[in-house]
């Protein structure tokens, strides 16, 4: 490569809370000389290429991987300029594709070994006084000059590449370099990716510890999922699990233990994709709000539609049940009905489409009818909640509506909640769905409430196991999650993510109820002693377990030892809380995180937190409590609650990335790194530990990342880094 390409960079690359990009465009420098390095984002982030579009199609057959790449490239400069292409391969990729047509004319690469990837690589760091490539040492690279590139015009890409996935235990696993958000301060316009798995053995699931993937299980042998994300701006590898399982129920475990500690672990479940013979009948209730508020924004109408799809959509077997509620509580009959009732289903139907919306909000005894109504416990009942106001009639008193409830509700039942629109009181759904074993979800004003229900009723369409336990013997598990195991669907699948103290064998053991009998699944699998390669295992458990402990303090209020709790995991798996929200400084953010972006970060750290109540002892101050009251109610309410359910499901979501929780706090392998306005330190580290300096950029800085592969990905954090390998701390230093 020559010299003069390498003396600026503009590292161009669109990425998303789930995108990719990690391709580099080197531009040709300005006429300006370059500054001295500084711990922030340098100006050359402003001489970036925009990436406008891009979309990632991965295709997995038996294990090989075929993985498309299409990205628009924008050059947002008042000048042509040229450049260079660099694009990291790993586990020995093969690319089969390269398309990059400007002014008609194709644009030829090259492929380069190891030896010389990382040749390049130093000398860019070296000369750019910017470490942001030094994770990818140890890579091989794709090389292709890139010119002309017009100004203010765009380059279209097309590469694809394929590679045989590692195969351990049962479980292929695919990454995708995301992690570039440190390249370019843009985020991207808009991002696609999509998944295809095939496999001659049972797929038993396919499952992103990484990125919250729409999974769709086509038959047993064939799985598709997606991702779509806009104005976004990834920080972490897109990881993807492929199962390999049994015909009928299957299970898959990953795990990860370093240095003598305890194990992490991850479960995937799934029942096959339809039903062996008769499909399990269930119960199902829709319980509707048709409150005057309803009016609004057609919320009614779109009701309608879905409660008459969802009625359409019932099995044969299946009974069900319909009550709409305002001042009072209404039922289409006074107990369940069968769906095979051809003439009754129709009818039911025809009473939805005649529904209306006046009067007040009398949640208290829709509950109750709807509870009631409920089926003997001999096959699971399902009662969906859907309102989009608070109690006007009745009891209003959150507590009491929910202790109500779990006392009403019979053995089987599942309770499933849809908020719609901000006047809803979220800590109550949230409760009713958590103390009755089903799930909550929400509605924005303008969102599809049509396709939130449809969408919801789908996930429950075909029950495959009821009333689910798991135990795990011999290999000591402890802190695992989900707490309460739920039901098992047709097409879906169940994660369980927790902690072991002892390695070896393992037997797992999967009980529930399917058509009125008993069942039970054992399989055999193996605790790691020691394996360190899936390491974002530590913190998917502890996201999920700080999302489980804050909707305890949400839900229940605060204890000492819970929040104690939460911000011990929060600093050792870089998880930004509510509780360690003063790592945000709004003065000086953390690379690459604008000021306005730190301060919706706060803001929503502050909803997170506002949405706790009071323990006892603070009941006292009673402005607090009114300000704590009506943080349950509402947007902020709603956005606490989507979040801290992200975090259960262990994701971060779109919205707490993009306001720059992520850049704030960065996790590099199985370790976090907080960014304390001048350095990035990693956690564990304090001021009464040594520190080993290392000059940055010297002959020693290099040597390191050479020979250790953590240390290179900690030092590509920035200019000035705390870090850690062999119990020794090195700081490194301008």
Known sequence: MNASKLRAIALAVGLAAAAWANGVIIIEPPPHPIPRPR?????????????????????????????????????????????????????????????????????????????????????????????????????????????????????????????????????????????????????????????????????????????????????????????????????????????????GMGLSAVTYRSGGKDGYFLMMMAPPASGDGKAMAKDVVFVIDTSGSMMEDKKIEQARRALAFCLKALGPEDRFGVVDFSTVARVFRPGLTAAADKAALEEAVQYVQKLEARGGTNIEEALATALKMAGSGDRPCYVLFVTDGLPTIGMDDPKGLSEKARAQAGKGVRLFTLGVGHDVNAALLDTLAEDNRGARAYVAPGEDMEQKLSSLYAKIAHPALSNVTLTVDKADVYDVFPRTMPDLFHGAQLVVAGRYRRPGPGLVTLRGEAHGKERSFVFETVFAENDAKAENLPRLW????????????????????LREEVVRLSLEHGILTPYTAYLVTEDRPAPGVRRREAVALRNTMEMMRMAAPSSPMSAADGAMLAKEAKAQVGGGAIAASKQIQAMREGEVSDTFAAAGGQSQMRQVGDRSFYFDGERWIVSGWDKDKATRKVKYLSEEYFSLIRGDKRLAKAFALGVKVIAESEGVYYEVVE
């Open 39 to 247: 711990p922030g984002p340098t100006p050359w982030r402003d001489m970036t290429l925009e990436v406008r579009r891009a979309s990632l199609c991965v295709r997995i057959v038996d294990g090989t991987a075929t993985t498309e790449i299409d990205e628009v490239f924008r050059n947002p400069h008042g000048r042509q300029v040229e450049g260079t292409f660099l694009l990291p391969l790993f586990n020995d990729a093969a690319l089969s594709k390269f398309s990059m047509w400007i002014d008609g004319k194709e644009m030829k690469g090259e492929l380069l070994d190891q030896g010389q990837a990382s040749r390049i690589y130093e000398d860019i760091v070296r000369r750019m006084q910017d470490p942001a490539l030094l994770e990818y040492a140890g890579s091989r690279l794709f090389k292709a000059r890139v010119f002309p590139i017009p100004a203010n015009g765009e380059v279209r890409l097309k590469l694809a590449y394929t590679e045989v996935l590692p195969f351990d235990g049962g479980v292929w696993t695919y990454r995708y370099a995301l992690n570039t958000n440190k390249f370019s301060p843009r985020p991207l316009e808009s991002c696609v990716i999509s998944v295809e798995a095939r496999s001659k053995q049972a797929l038993s699931a396919v499952y992103s510890p990484s990125h919250a993937l729409d999974v769709q299980k086509k038959d047993d042998h064939w799985t598709v999922a997606s991702y779509e994300a806009k104005n976004v701006t990834p920080d972490k590898d897109f990881v993807l699990y492929a199962v390999a399982g049994r015909e």
């Open 542 to 561: 502890a996201l999920r377990k700080v999302g489980f402990l804050l909707d305890e303090i949400r839900l229940r209020g605060m204890k000492p030892e």
